[in-house]
């Protein structure tokens, strides 16, 4: 029942949208059949390039989630390692893969630009999903196998493992459309084959239809493979909505004066990480600057203050779509994900629309994106509304439908309204989640707004990034990537700790 009433949402669909196109009311949105002419046309041309983004997305998502893995597994092993590695990881989840983007391709010859950039994609879903998964095993299970002589390794395997699988495959599951975005941002770099340089032709056409084809075809591909590992997730039990949502404990804190030591020691591997990516290159400094390449360039440099100035008056241009767009990204979120609790049947009718707007992926979307609605700030705020919404959803989703049903069941027999239920009750509930929305959804801001104004705008940091790319200044390149991972950052740290705050008093 459940899937004839998506098919009957999608065949809706599909007839509207005919009939717009047909209409001519929008001219960048064509009719589905001639979108399908496009593709058919062409048709001799995909064959390649879906192979050539499927083999790059392949091994970078062999190669992300192995890494992920393995993280993981060390951090359940060992509470000092995650202290230690958890700046870091909070590094790449932070860091705007199109910023990156110029960087990888500086350091590595093809393919590995696009292998690295669909492994940073999947690296942190997985992580998340494979430590949920490894800190949910049974105690007792684990208590049966320390009682019988075995050590951490040995529950690990045992134990923790199993325990893990069906969050691991719900994080694979949520990673493989993320590797063909990762592959589709390197084959912007340049490169003979793949569905982002074929993208990219398409968009100096100047033909809809043709930019809507490639982007669909992205699309069917991102889905195919969510839905390969959907199957399996779904045969070994996995919930894939609790990748969602770190929900801290909301329990006191225990003050330690050694534990602000922690944040100092995990900006320490941060740098120990750069400088061994910087050797692992051998690359000399004119193309890989260091830590102190970067704080040099912006302080004591000849050109330092010209160089701030031209950050500054970029950075002027980039934070308040960013702001805005993650703003209306979440309000849009809560605002859905309350509307669909009421109505439990739309939930059944919109969420598919939602989830194929997150599987067609970024640099496909963008230009579509454009073309509906220009070349102005609106498709940077509605770039960044993509980037922050869905995530934000299925995390306040999420909190929502976890509200213990007892108390609901007496406002119910007390004859208590809807608006009382959620007001009172069910958007309290749903508190840490909505906080943990915000804490996902603020760092991704920056990535919508630096791809929009990358490849559409022309303004900001997009802007600045492209220019000094296009003028081989390396040095600015460098500059833009350390001052906009520090902004994704500072927003994560910045919601995290009003996520603490905010909990701690509850």
Do not use: K
Not at 41 to 55: C, F, I, K, Q
Not at 375 to 403: D, E, K, M
Not at 450 to 460: I, K, R
């Amino acid at each position: 029942m459940r899937v004839a009433r998506t098919g009957a949402s999608f065949l809706v669909l599909a007839v509207l949208w005919e009939l717009l196109g047909r209409s001519g009311l929008v001219s960048a949105f064509p009719p589905l059949t001639a979108i399908a002419g496009s593709w058919w046309e062409h048709r001799a041309d995909y064959p390649d390039h879906v192979l050539a983004t499927t083999t790059s997305a392949a091994a970078g998502f062999a190669l992300g989630n192995l890494v992920a893995v393995f993280v993981a597994v060390l951090f359940a092993l060992s509470p000092v390692a995650e202290r230690l590695g958890r700046a870091l990881t909070v590094v790449l989840f932070c860091l705007p893969v199109v910023v990156v983007a110029p960087i990888l391709g500086i350091a590595f010859e093809a393919p590995w630009p696009r292998v690295l950039l669909a492994a940073l994609c999947v690296f942190f879903p997985t992580l998340v999903a494979t430590g949920l998964g490894l800190s949910q095993a049974p105690g007792d299970a684990l208590a049966v196998v320390r009682s019988a002589g075995g050590g951490a390794f040995r529950a690990a395997a045992l134990v923790r493992a199993r325990a893990a699988l069906p969050d691991l495959l719900g994080g694979l599951q949520v990673a493989a459309p993320a590797a063909v975005l990762g592959a589709m941002l390197g084959e912007f770099l340049g490169g003979g084959d793949g569905l982002g340089v074929y993208l990219l032709g398409s968009m100096g056409r100047a033909d809809p239809a043709a930019l809507w084809a490639v982007g669909l075809t992205a699309t069917v591909l991102s889905v195919v493979v969510y839905g390969v590992f959907g199957v399996l997730r779904a045969a070994a039990g996995a919930d894939t909505a609790r990748l969602a949502a770190e929900v801290p404990a909301q329990g006191r804190t225990t003050r330690n004066p050694v534990r602000f030591l922690w944040p100092l020691g995990g900006l320490a591997v941060v740098v120990v990480a750069w400088y061994a990516f910087l050797a692992a290159t051998g690359l000399p400094r004119t193309l890989m600057n260091s830590p102190l390449d970067v704080v040099e360039a912006l302080t004591t440099a000849p050109i330092a203050a010209e160089r701030r100035a031209e950050l500054l008056d970029a950075l002027s241009v980039s934070l308040p779509p960013a702001v805005l767009g993650a703003g209306a990204g979440l309000l849009l979120a809560l605002v859905l994900a309350v509307a669909l609790s009421v109505f439990p049947a739309a939930a059944r009718t919109v969420l598919p629309f939602a989830f194929l707007s997150q599987t067609m992926p970024l640099v496909a979307l963008t230009p579509l994106i454009a073309l509906l609605f220009g070349r102005g700030t609106l498709t940077i705020v509605l770039v960044t509304v993509s980037v922050t919404f869905f995530p934000a959803l299925v995390a306040i989703s999420q909190g929502i439908a976890a509200a213990p049903t007892g108390p609901l069941q007496v406002l119910r027999s007390v004859n208590a309204s809807r608006t009382t239920v959620l007001s009172r009750y069910v958007l309290p509930q749903a508190l840490p989640h909505v906080l943990s929305a915000v804490r996902l959804a603020v760092p991704r801001a920056l990535t919508g707004v630096v791809l929009a104004e990358q490849f559409v705008t022309g303004t900001g940091l997009g802007n600045l990034l492209g220019a000094s790319r296009g003028t081989l200044d390396y040095r600015m390149m460098w500059i833009v990537a350390a001052v906009v991972a520090a902004l994704s950052v500072a927003g994560y740290a910045l919601a995290r700790g009003l996520e603490h705050a905010v909990l701690r008093r509850r």
